[in-house]
């Protein structure tokens, strides 16, 4: 019995890495931009390593959806494996994509993160593919779901992280796209904190089987509220408990030397208050 489960375990690890290899073949041929090595070996590209980290990473959260669960079967755990990792593949590179036109759609971002090596700009890259990975690992775990659930609920997560970037810019006092721009890595960090914490709670809210749409869609779509709700109160809370006597704004763009560290602490803020909110409602 514990043969048969280390072997079935290690079909699976195989099967995983391979969908897993895919993803990465198939982001690099969507960016002949650059060439992945050259960037992060001879030009030591820290932002572009940012970026495709959180895309790797965003990947296994995906992927790991498809294992999660009670066994059907070693071949039809396979099955799920290759159909519902080619969707992820497919839906997390959109999510870059509309990273780039959508969410930070001031500048492209290839260029930040090829030309100027802006790490303002990976850190917020990354961040949109670690949120899309929590939502498809929602959306893709449970029993009950079909690929049409997990595209329309991939579809909404990303229109609320869409919203989110909108909700982020209005509760700043400073153009986040402007700080960024300018290599402001701390404006990167932060905003990228705050993306990647309202994916979290929606992906998490997606947990567990499909029943119907009317019955698991507001619950779906009241998580997502709260995430958006929280980007202000968190961002009070902050500057009020964690950094008493400064204001985050001040510190992240009204200085000559941006605080990153100011940042981390908001970054950790969201992403902690989107855990906590997760296990208590």
């Given amino acids: 019995m514990v043969l048969d489960t280390l072997l079935t375990a290690a079909v699976l690890i195989v ?8 993803g990465k073949l198939v982001n690099d041929l969507l960016h002949r931009e650059y060439k992945l090595t050259e960037e992060l070996v001879q030009k030591d590209n820290a932002a572009l390593a940012l970026a495709v980290a959180g895309y790797y990473f965003g990947l296994v959260l995906a992927l790991g959806g498809t294992l999660t669960g009670p066994s059907r079967g070693i071949v ?4 799920d494996l290759g159909i519902y990792g080619a969707m992820a593949i497919v839906l997390l590179n959109i999510s870059w994509y509309l990273c780039d036109r959508l969410i930070l759609y001031k500048f492209k971002v290839s260029d930040e993160l090829i030309r100027d090596q802006n790490l303002g700009t990976g850190a917020v890259s990354a961040a949109v593919s670690v949120a899309s990975g929590f939502i498809l ?16 609920y991939w579809a909404i997560g ?4 869409i919203l989110a970037g909108f909700v982020y810019q209005w509760i700043t006092s400073y153009d986040v796209h402007a700080e960024i721009e300018k290599d402001n890595v701390a404006a990167g960090v932060g905003f990228g904190g705050a993306l990647a914490a309202v994916g979290a709670i929606i992906g998490l809210a997606g947990e567990g089987d499909f029943t119907s749409y ?5 619950r779906y779509l009241g998580y997502a509220a709260v995430g958006l709700v929280l980007l202000p109160i968190i961002r ?7 950094l008493p006597g400064v204001k985050l704004s001040d510190e992240i763009a009204r200085q000559d030397k941006p605080n990153l560290g100011a940042a981390y602490i908001e970054a950790f803020s969201y992403l902690a208050a989107a855990f906590i909110i997760y296990w208590c409602v």
């Fill in 15 to 22: 099967g995983f890495f391979v969908v897993f290899y895919v």
């Fill in 76 to 79: 039809d755990d396979l099955i």
């Fill in 137 to 152: 690992y929602g959306s893709i775990q449970g029993e009950g779901g079909t690929i049409w659930t997990v595209l329309v």
């Fill in 158 to 161: 990303q229109a609320i992280l």
């Fill in 214 to 218: 009317s019955h698991d869609l507001p």
């Fill in 236 to 242: 009070f809370l902050t500057d009020r408990v964690l």
